[in-house]
Every structure is written in C-alpha cells, then in structure tokens.
C-alpha cells in the first residue's frame, strides 16, 4: 500500500468525524430497532428477518433501511477511499475529504439508479412485486456485510502497523461475503427465480454483472 498516502489519510480528522456518525446511526437504529437490527446481523442464520419483515409495507423505503442505508453508503465509501490509496494513489491529492464527497455520492447515486432500473424492470416484465422482494433480499444482505467488515476497516485507519494486512484482509472477507450474499440470494428467492428464469436472467445482467463490468474496466 502506498503508506505515505495513507499515513496522511490516517492523519485526517474528519475520518474521526466520520466514523463516529456511523456509530451514532447506529445507535439510534439500536434504540428504535433493537430487535431487527439484531436479526439483520445474524440474517446468514436465521431466516427470521425476511419472515418478520418481507411483508411490511414501505418494503424498501422505511426508517430502518433509510438509517442502514446511509450507514452503507458511508463505509463503502471509506473502503473504496483505502482501495483508491492502494491502487489509484494519483487520485488521492490534497483533500481527501473532497474525494470522499465524491466517492460518497456516487455510491448513493448507483444504488438509487439501479434500484431505479430495477423497478422498470419489474414492472416492463409484469414482475414488480417480485422485485421489489428481490431488492429487498439483496440490500438487506448487503447491510449485513458491511457491519461485518465494519470493525476491520476501523481498524484499517487507526492501526498504523499492519494495516496493509488488515485492509487485505477486509477486502478478502467482503469479498467472501458477497459470493456468499449471492448464494443465499439464490436460496432465498429460489422459488420465484425458478418461475421467472428468463426475465430474471436479463435482469441479472443488466443490474448485477453490467455494473461489476463496468468498476472493473474504470478500475483497471
């Protein structure tokens, strides 16, 4: 890892600033969604949470996701803000705080275009109910992931030893953690894939493996 770069990243003091919303957001889920919350965490266990909360209505847009969602936005942007600093270090010029910004709001504008796009989707192939579900299987999975990766990636900014090892081993555990995410997508909406096979195929590659294209080729 470029340590120069992210030893003045470590030095920036809305990094502080910024982790510390995350906690407080949830805290504030803790507080008002004490027992959801914990079924989200152990939601690779238990099938409880897609049993209690499936049904509800908003699906997507509510409080509790509205809150999860916002913490996920940041800490994907503080992980993707380390993977610039290792391997697009020329980004990274006087203001990392700027880039962040940047970072930030592209990551909370992909997810609405996608969900958008999905919702088009669903409703041009007569499916709109079943991805709205879907969707709702998918972020919920991935609000899982990051609280996981979330204590490693602390540990990435204020461990100034080793933590070239420790964001190498957060990025193979998030990793890991979506192929997982994926299987058990699969699993969870294994009925309703079966039946809608073919439009679930297009809508496959037009919002999963488009995308991942997409950050791979600006990536490299």
Request: include cysteine.
């Amino acid at each position: 890892m470029n340590f120069l770069k992210l030893n003045l990243l470590l030095n920036e003091d809305w990094i502080t600033l910024v982790f510390l919303v995350i906690f407080l957001l949830l805290v504030v889920a803790k507080l008002i969604y004490k027992e959801r919350l914990f079924e989200l965490l152990i939601l690779f266990f238990s099938k409880k949470y897609f049993l209690k909360y499936s049904k509800e209505s908003p699906l997507i847009f509510n409080g509790f996701n509205t809150l999860l969602f916002t913490v996920l936005t940041i800490i994907l942007s503080l992980f993707l803000l380390v993977f610039i600093v290792e391997y697009k270090p020329e980004l990274i010029q006087n203001q990392s705080i700027y880039l962040f910004i940047k970072i930030n709001f592209g990551v909370a504008l992909f997810f609405f275009f996608r969900f958008f796009l999905g919702y088009v989707l669903g409703v041009l192939f007569d499916v709109k109910q079943e991805q709205l579900l879907l969707s709702f299987s998918k972020i919920s999975y991935l609000f899982n992931n990051v609280l996981f990766i979330l204590p490693f990636l602390l540990f990435t900014f204020f461990i100034k030893k080793h933590n070239f090892l420790v964001f190498q081993f957060t990025l193979f555990l998030f990793s890991t953690l979506l192929i997982i995410r994926y299987i058990f997508i699969f699993r969870t909406n294994k009925s309703l894939l079966h039946k809608h096979w073919s439009n679930f195929f297009l809508y496959l590659c037009a919002l999963e493996i488009a995308p991942l294209l997409l950050i791979l080729k600006i990536v490299i």
